[in-house]
């Protein structure tokens, strides 16, 4: 899976351990998700979304052959 997660903070001025905050997960958990080296669960996806006022499937890349 794909995200644009690193892009969309840099366009809203944030950093990790804010966006943690905000999203209610660790600044690790934010880390790896950026590394595309975790796939958040639905209800992380969906805050996170909330958070930059995005659709879920624009932050989240899912390929066909995932």
């Known amino acids: 899976m794909k995200t644009r997660l690193k892009e969309l903070r840099a366009r809203e001025g944030i950093n990790q351990t804010q966006l943690a905050k905000l999203a209610r997960i660790s600044r690790q958990t934010v880390s790896l998700i ?6 958040p669960s639905l209800l992380i996806a969906v805050r996170i ?3 930059f006022d995005e659709p879920i499937e624009d932050i989240f890349l899912f390929e066909e052959d995932e």
């Open 34 to 39: 950026e590394r595309e080296e975790f796939v």
């Open 49 to 51: 979304a909330r958070i």
